[in-house]
């Protein structure tokens, strides 16, 4: 039984006694204490203090030790899991996992002559951001930096040109915050593109966040009475600089950002750094209210490892591949960019479809 036929097995079980799954730090928890690794060498894949990582590894062996009803503790963690596995084995019908399932059926199938209409395109979304886990793919240092630095009580901005990932970097954050933020925060994800003003933008906001309708110290005094603190992701942020914004929201949202406690933290998508972003930033004696409070971390094209990691990643369960030629080709067009090369590769992809 390996790690990832554990974890399958456990969170079935969850589903079924608590209907509930792991949380991604439990899951990080759960593969570590299985590969028997130590805190210090998980802690590394945890985005959270080694410190917070024991304090919650503890929780969650009481977690299992209630849903097994045997102790499970992070030195005996193997016996108890797989002597419930046996247990329940003819149970869950767990002779073969989907994975292996899959594989094999992939195995059978040698080639894809007579499968055309039951073939999918894996090259998606084309357009937008990526809001399936199954489908994103890397950015593991920036998600780590990130909510290292939302860790530190700080704000973030990611800086990146258009079609290089933040959309889909900032929706995968909040997806991991509720897990890896050490003062947990109710995540908010806002696009800009979908707001018209500012006053929309608070209407947005608290609707969201579940608080009544409101603006100025109003707003501030229930959100601060709100039962969670939150994490604000503003996407397309230079949408700000357009007729129905002013400063003053920016200020607003400095404001309520501000402090360890704040009641707003905020990660910002945006395709220029803020203080080239906002005019108003160089007016004499002025500084972008938002530049002030958020860390800056740039997004970088893909190197060509992860662009060719990508391309496999995304072929492994089909029965299509890239020539070496076609692979070089993807690299050098797109230059990087996720989105230009989900693109080229989805046109590719295609190509092989229409010979069949």
């Known amino acids: 039984m390996d790690s990832k036929e554990a974890l399958e097995f ?12 792991l949380n991604e730090l439990e899951k990080t928890l759960f593969l570590g204490f299985w590969e028997d690794k130590s805190y210090k060498d998980i802690v590394t894949q945890a985005y959270v203090s080694e410190q917070h990582l024991r304090d919650t590894g503890a929780k969650f062996c009481k977690k ?4 097994l009803g045997i102790e499970v503790t992070k030195k005996n963690f193997h016996n108890p899991i797989e002597d419930c596995y046996k247990e329940n084995f003819a149970k ?28 999918f395109n894996p090259f998606i979304p084309q357009h937008g951001r990526v809001e399936n886990p199954q489908q994103f793919f890397g950015r593991e240092r920036e998600i780590q930096r990130v909510l290292e630095i939302l860790n530190s009580g700080s704000s973030v901005a990611l800086i990146g040109e258009e079609g290089i990932g933040k959309s889909s970097l900032l929706w995968m954050i909040c997806q991991k915050a509720e897990s890896f933020l050490e003062s947990p925060r109710q995540s908010v994800f806002v696009d800009l593109n979908e707001v018209d003003n500012e006053e929309d933008l608070y209407s947005t906001l608290c609707h969201e966040v579940g608080i009544p309708e409101s603006t100025g110290y109003m707003l501030n005094r229930n959100l601060r009475q709100h039962k969670n603190k939150v994490l604000l992701a503003l996407d397309n942020v230079g ?19 501000e402090g360890s406690n704040a ?16 005019n108003d930033s160089h007016d004499e004696g002025k500084t972008s209210p938002l530049a002030g409070i958020c860390q800056e971390e740039h997004i970088q094209p893909w190197e060509e ?10 072929l492994a369960k089909t029965a299509v591949n890239f020539t070496e030629e076609e ?3 993807l690299v050098q067009e797109s230059d990087g960019h996720p989105k230009r090369l989900m693109q080229l590769c989805y046109r590719i992809y295609a190509r092989y479809l229409e010979g069949v």
């Open 305 to 314: 490892i992860t662009t060719r990691a990508f391309i496999s990643s995304r």
């Open 10 to 21: 456990i969170n079935r079980l969850f589903k079924e006694r608590k209907n509930q799954v």
């Open 64 to 67: 299992i030790t209630e849903v």
């Open 239 to 257: 949408k700000m600089t357009r007729q129905g914004f002013s400063r003053q929201v920016r200020d607003k949202l400095r404001g309520l950002s």
């Open 92 to 119: 869950f019908d767990y002779q073969k996992s989907p994975l292996a399932a899959e594989q094999e059926k992939i195995k059978e199938i040698p080639n894809i002559v007579g499968r055309k209409n039951r073939i």
């Open 327 to 329: 692979i070089i080709q």
């Open 263 to 278: 009641p707003l933290k905020l990660i910002l998508g945006a395709t220029l750094p803020l203080n080239d972003l906002f």
